[in-house]
């Protein structure tokens, strides 16, 4: 792969992917795509902005116009989609924009990228990264399999598996070179503060309360956000395409004990732990089984939670300006808790 079209990448887990692939592949060259919704943020990524292997679009991958220039201007070999709305809370209080940017901006970029490389697939690769939540909720027991049937709960999670389901007509139609990823919940850098880890960071920094849903036992399997990135490397450079790689952690963590453990870390009391009313439809526990992509490709996490999360905390420790700013941001944009 010689250029490859990220989108979304001035997000979360696409600017990582961004700072992984810049130090790891001296010769790959960027097109990031992102229209900078509240959850994109330039800033995490300004350091490549004079940098003659990247080049940023501010575009809109619903805009077909927009999408089909950027392939039109720039030979690109691969697309690595992360673009779109991410908040469950969002999800069920404005569902709209999800049907919009999830499901029919990933037609516009797999569209896009048939027509421009119709003459030969074999040397290109779509990687859509999608997430655990397109499988709904697990008992006690049991693992996500690349073959649980998919069963979405939320908006956010419907629409995710809605685009899962078009990348997978487009190879099974035109042979398009679509792989799907489904990653476990991610932490590190550069996560928004409305999402669980950064928000009771900074709220225990600021000796404020700690929302909890519900009971607080709802479990979910965290991976540290650089371990996501390397997996999608590793799809990118070896995955079969029209197969679909579980990535996960083998972390699971209930809600309040992640808690506990950022006030743990941080010499907070729990006495700022306050239980709220529970989220409709919450998924009570999601776990991964990700033997395949660790049989099939070679790839594992590299960290385990315990390095993983104070090397997190260390970052939001270090870089109080970047979340300051978005938590007044957040203030004004909130929907939920987390
Ligand atoms: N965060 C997680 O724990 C997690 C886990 C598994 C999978 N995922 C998936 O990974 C991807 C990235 O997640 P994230 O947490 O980094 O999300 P994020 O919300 O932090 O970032 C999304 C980015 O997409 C951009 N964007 C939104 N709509 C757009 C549009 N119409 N055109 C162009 N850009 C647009 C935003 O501006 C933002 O920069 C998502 O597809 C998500 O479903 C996330």
């Keep these: 792969m010689k250029k490859i079209l990220v989108t979304g990448g001035c997000g979360f887990i696409g600017s990582n992917f ?3 692939m810049m130090k790891q592949q001296s010769e790959i060259e960027i097109v990031n795509i992102d229209v900078l919704t509240y959850a994109g943020n330039p800033e995490n990524v300004t350091q490549y902005r004079d940098s003659s292997r ?51 901006g990933t037609q516009v970029l797999l569209e896009n990228a048939r027509k421009a490389w119709q003459d030969d697939f074999s040397q290109k690769r779509f990687v859509h990264v999608s997430t655990d939540e397109v499988y709904g909720s697990l008992g006690q027991d049991g693992l996500f399999t690349e073959e649980t049937p998919l069963a979405p709960n939320s908006p956010y999670s419907a629409s995710k598996a ?33 999402k669980l880890i950064p928000l009771m960071i900074a709220n225990a920094l600021d000796d404020k309360q700690l929302p909890v849903y519900g ?3 709802n479990i979910r399997d965290w991976l540290y956000v650089e371990d996501h990135c390397s997996a999608i490397a590793t799809v990118l450079s070896k995955g079969k395409p029209g197969d679909v790689y579980n990535i996960g952690g083998n972390n699971e963590w209930k809600n309040i004990d992640i808690v506990k453990k950022v006030l743990e870390i941080l010499n907070k009391s729990e006495d700022l ?17 990700a033997s395949k992509i660790k049989n099939d490709l070679g790839w594992e996490p590299s960290l385990t939670f315990e390095v993983g999360i104070e090397k997190s905390i260390q970052w939001y420790l270090n870089n109080t300006g970047w979340w300051r700013e978005l938590q007044k941001k957040h203030e004004l944009t909130a929907v939920g808790k987390y």
């Design 162 to 194: 809605g685009s899962d389901l078009l990348v997978r007509s487009y190879f099974e139609t035109f042979g398009f070179p679509g792989i799907i990823t489904r990653c476990s919940n991610n932490y590190g850098p550069y996560q928004y503060p409305e």
């Design 273 to 289: 732990i306050t239980f709220v009313k529970d989220r409709p439809g919450h998924d009570r526990r999601y776990a991964i089984d």
């Design 54 to 104: 990247y080049t940023f679009i501010q575009g809109d991958i619903t805009d077909a116009a927009c999408v089909k220039s950027i392939f039109k201007e720039h030979e690109i070999d691969g697309v690595i989609h992360f673009a779109a709305e991410s908040h469950v809370d969002r999800s069920i209080t404005g569902p709209e924009i999800f049907v919009t940017t999830n499901i029919l």
């Design 18 to 20: 961004i700072h992984f």
């Design 215 to 217: 009971d607080g036992k």
